[in-house]
Nanobody, 114 residues
Framework: QVQLVESGGGLVQAGGSLRLSCSAS????????MGWYRQAPGKERELVAD???????NYADFVKGRFTISRENRKNTVTLQMDRLKPDDTAVYYC????????WGQGTQVTVSS
């Protein structure tokens, strides 16, 4: 059974940083594409960043230069380092795994105050 567990959300002032982590179990992690999505109130869920099993990252335009995604296959974890946060980054952030189908974590709240 695949499980994705996120951690690291919270409240931060604009311009600050947060680091999200996602720990995966129940699957060959090194063979998956991992990603982070977010959903703000009243909006659709959107891709923030993802990273292939080979380590190639892909970022949404609105986070380029501010967020960094990385993975550590030995530890079955994917991390999203978020710097220079803006109030518009406030959302629930979800860990996502693609391996034949999509798997989702439970989400972690990120709130950026102005």
């Amino acid at each position: 059974q695949v499980q994705l567990v996120e951690s690291g959300g919270g409240l931060v002032q604009a311009g600050g940083s947060l680091r999200l982590s996602c720990s995966a179990s129940g699957i060959f992690f090194s063979m998956t594409t991992m990603g982070w999505y977010r959903q703000a109130p009243g909006k659709e869920r959107e891709l923030v960043a993802d990273i292939t099993n080979g380590g190639s990252p892909n970022y949404a335009d609105f986070v380029k230069g501010r967020f960094t995604i990385s993975r550590e296959n030995r530890k079955n974890t994917v991390t999203l380092q978020m710097d220079r946060l803006k109030p518009d980054d406030t959302a629930v952030y979800y860990c996502n795994m693609k391996y034949g189908r999509a798997y989702w974590g439970q989400g972690t709240q990120v709130t950026v105050s102005s």
